[in-house]
């Protein structure tokens, strides 16, 4: 794993030489009932293409062994005084190497953002299945049928302002996708030094359970990461 991350810490680095950038790496504390503590270290990295076509790539690794790769792309379809509406697509993949198995997700999203509020929803697949993989499948092996995503958020000020403050509810984060029935809560945060750099912090509630199966209790997380604008 420490390889992987070197390799992607490495590309980001070669795609610091070309402009409109973003670079994002945060620490997360994470308490659930039904799994204790755990700890993860996040890499994320966004290329402007074009202005209206937005690509993104990030890591995650956990101390319980979980390991998550994101890719997405972010397409605008139209640009009005008022807000942009938006498409997104995500392919997220995850892996659980203590149960031997790895999930494979895929999200569509319409959007519409403004200066101070962003909402999603859109439908997303599920597939899991067996390490390694099996031409005959498996117990292990499981399509879930199409699931609804959401996301609503909110800020104080607009992406502009030195400091800001929000919340969100969705069914879905960087690393994960829920259910649609189990939502993510979080308020959030960030503070600007200045030279395209940025402190973030969030806070939050998320359903309690393993490889997206729920419990009775929610369990709670919390980050602290820096963003490097260019």
């Known amino acids: 794993m420490k390889k992987l991350l070197i390799s992607f810490a490495l590309l980001l680095f070669v795609l610091s030489a070309r402009a409109q950038w973003t670079f994002q790496t945060y620490g997360e504390y994470d308490y659930a009932r039904t799994s204790g503590s755990s700890a993860s270290?996040?890499?994320?990295?966004?290329?402007r293409l074009a202005d209206n076509f937005n690509v993104g790539l990030g890591l995650q690794a956990n101390t319980l062994g979980r390991y998550s790769l994101n890719l997405?792309?972010?397409?605008?379809?139209?640009k009005a005084k008022n807000g942009t509406l938006y498409v997104e697509n995500r392919y997220l993949y995850r892996l659980f190497p203590n149960y031997k198995l790895?999930?494979?997700?895929?999200?569509?999203d319409l959007g519409w953002r403004n200066r101070h509020f962003n909402?999603?929803?859109g439908l997303t697949n599920r597939y899991t299945a067996p390490i390694p993989l099996r031409k005959n499948g498996g117990m292990e092996t499981v399509f879930e049928p199409m699931n609804?995503?959401?996301c609503v958020e909110g800020n104080?000020?607009?992406?502009?302002?030195?400091w800001n403050v929000?919340?969100?509810?969705?069914?879905?984060?960087?690393?994960?996708?829920?259910?649609f029935t189990l939502f993510f809560y979080s308020v959030n945060g960030y503070y600007d030094f200045g030279n395209g750099l940025r402190l973030t912090s969030e806070f939050g509630l998320h359903p309690a359970g393993v490889l997206n199966l729920s419990a009775q209790y929610n369990g709670w997380f919390?980050?602290?990461?820096l963003v490097w604008k260019q």
Do not use: C, M, W
């Open 41 to 47: 270290l996040a890499l994320k990295g966004d290329y």
């Open 156 to 162: 104080l000020f607009d992406q502009q302002h030195p």
């Open 148 to 150: 609804v995503t959401f």
């Open 119 to 121: 909402f999603q929803f």
């Open 102 to 108: 790895q999930e494979f997700n895929a999200l569509l």
């Open 166 to 179: 929000g919340a969100r509810i969705s069914n879905y984060r960087d690393f994960v996708i829920e259910r």
């Open 72 to 78: 997405q792309y972010q397409v605008d379809l139209l």
């Open 222 to 225: 919390g980050n602290v990461g």
